[in-house]
């Protein structure tokens, strides 16, 4: 069974409920990046020129509940209208209360209102099932078809993720995905379920407990998975690696001793590295070894890594990358993670499937010019690791099957 969506239905003369994600940065009140806002344009063009009246949703920030106008989705409003050209009306505080349902019910076709920042309600965010359902009942009740195009919170178990939708299910209107959950969907699914072999997973990132349960998931499914970041070094550790100050789990070393005992050498770790004696000011030093010298930490993959990783990459199939190879974010030690990246464009150029799964590697290819090089980035960091791992999504399960 695949995933309605916003292409089979009918929206003329309706009221259709989107929810997008506009949680954008903000500077002084001014959108400072509306990649968010550009990702949600098809749908909300395909409800405007099919004659649909438009009631757009999204959170911004942790406001927890409260009306706090630092945190009000007028900016996004402002940038949206100028990407359409068309007045964008911003919803009262009340959210979806009385006045807001009375600005929606006086909406007409061809126009586009935002509603007013959804966690100003507590509701929203509530884990007390009934409080997020009378929310979503709210939200429901302003329109007559429920539309998920916010994949970054469809990890989320939120009032107008899964509590609107039910909502308008119950008065027999349609919940389907969005132009962009549904490429989500599609990409996702297809790297995990029907690969193009070789498959190879490449994870990166801080800390290895935020991705036992994607590697135990991908383990498998896959050929190969390449790993770095300071999570490498914990498992480095587990197979007995000096890595001298590197970041290190503790609690997690038998874990991964018993992980990597299950992997059967699928696992690729770094045999060379980047690495410091300080963090804050200290210079890079060429570490030509899989062993880490007692007074430095790890903070990049070596030359010798880049070389071996890449090669894999290139012989792949299909390429998931989840996480950076280092900390990009200083250029002493972002050669690791561009060396990735360019090597996952230049997979794709010869016919690999590549999906980027969302948080640091997506910024990081985007950063670097290459996101276009690339298959498909993610707009969900959080919700892409809950996908590839296979853990239940009720924002996605909620809506209607073909």
């Not at 290139?314 to 996480?323: D, E, K, M, R, S």
């Amino acid at each position: 069974m695949a995933t309605k969506t916003i292409a089979d239905i009918d929206v003329a003369g309706k009221t259709v409920l989107v929810r997008v994600d506009f949680n954008v940065p903000l500077d002084n009140g001014v959108v400072t990046n509306d990649n968010r806002i550009v990702a949600a344009l098809p749908s909300i063009k395909k409800v405007l020129d099919a004659g649909g009246k438009l009631i757009l949703m999204s959170h911004l920030g942790r406001p927890k509940g409260q009306v706090n106008p630092e945190f009000s989705l007028k900016p996004a409003a402002d940038k949206l209208a100028e990407h359409l050209g068309l007045p964008v009306k911003l919803g009262p505080a009340d959210v979806a209360g009385p006045d807001a349902a009375k600005m929606a019910g006086e909406l007409q076709a061809g126009e586009v209102m935002l509603l007013e920042n959804l966690r100003f309600n507590p509701g929203e965010t509530s884990k007390d099932e009934t409080e997020m359902q009378a929310f979503g009942d709210q939200l429901g009740a302003l329109g007559d078809v429920y539309v998920n195009d916010a994949f970054g919170t469809c990890h989320r178990k939120h009032a107008s993720m899964y509590g609107a939708a039910k909502a308008v299910q119950a008065k027999g209107g349609p919940a389907v995905a969005g132009y962009l959950v549904e490429k989500e969907i599609k990409y996702l699914h297809e790297a995990v379920a029907e690969p193009k072999k070789p498959f190879v997973a490449i994870l990166g990132g801080a800390k290895v407990s935020d991705k036992i349960k994607l590697i135990s998931s991908l383990l498998d499914k896959v050929d190969t998975i390449l790993i770095g970041g300071a999570m490498a070094y914990t498992l480095l550790k587990a197979r007995d690696v000096t890595v001298g100050k590197s970041l290190v789990e503790a609690d997690q070393v038998d874990a991964m001793k018993e992980l990597l005992g299950r992997a059967g050498g699928k696992i690729i770790l770094p045999c060379d590295h980047v690495g410091t004696d300080d963090f804050a000011h200290g210079q890079p030093s060429a570490i030509n070894d899989v062993n880490i010298p007692d007074n430095l930490m790890g903070m990049d993959i070596g030359p010798e890594t880049i070389d071996e990783f890449s090669e894999i990459i290139l012989a792949a199939g299909t390429v998931v990358w989840n996480g950076p190879m280092g900390v990009f974010e200083r250029p002493d030690y972002a050669t690791g993670t561009k060396a990735v990246a360019e090597a996952v464009a230049k997979a794709t150029g010869h016919g690999a499937v590549s999906v980027i799964g969302g948080g640091d590697s997506a910024a990081a290819v985007v950063q670097m010019g290459l996101a276009d090089k690339m298959t498909h980035v993610s707009t969900g960091g959080g919700a892409s690791l809950t996908y590839l791992e296979g853990k239940a999504m009720p924002p996605i399960e909620v809506l209607d099957q073909k």
